[in-house]
């Protein structure tokens, strides 16, 4: 059973930077997208960021500018680059690989901004 980890959270001042990791424990056949999701207490979970098989990204508005995603294909990781941090970051962050025959998602770390 492949399992995804991320790392890489934590808790950081505003107008700092951070950087998630998320690997895969095992190979995943034929990757769709990559993607970051976060969920804040209270709030709808909201997608950040999907770089797709093609290498194609895309960001939620409230990132753009700010985050940036990238992958590693030969070891199914992806990486979120979050810079210029706000606190409406604060949230916890998960990641998501779409695979041929189903989604996989890691447990989340959390990322906690302070004004």
């Known amino acids: 059973q492949v399992q995804l980890v991320e790392s890489g959270g934590g808790l950081v001042q505003a107008e700092r930077s951070l950087r998630l990791s998320c690997a895969a424990s095992g190979s995943i056949f034929s990757i769709r997208s990559m993607k970051w999701y976060r969920r804040a ?32 294909s030969a070891k199914d990781t992806v990486s979120l680059q979050m810079n210029s941090l706000k606190p409406e970051d604060t949230a916890r962050y998960y990641c998501n690989i779409r695979g041929l025959f189903r989604d996989y998602w890691g447990q989340g770390t959390q990322v906690t901004v302070s004004s």
Not at 48 to 56: E, F, L, P, Q
């Open 41 to 72: 207490p209270g709030k709808e979970r909201e997608l950040v960021a999907t770089i797709s098989s093609d290498g194609n990204t895309d960001y939620a508005d409230s990132v753009k500018g700010r985050f940036t995603i990238s992958r590693d």
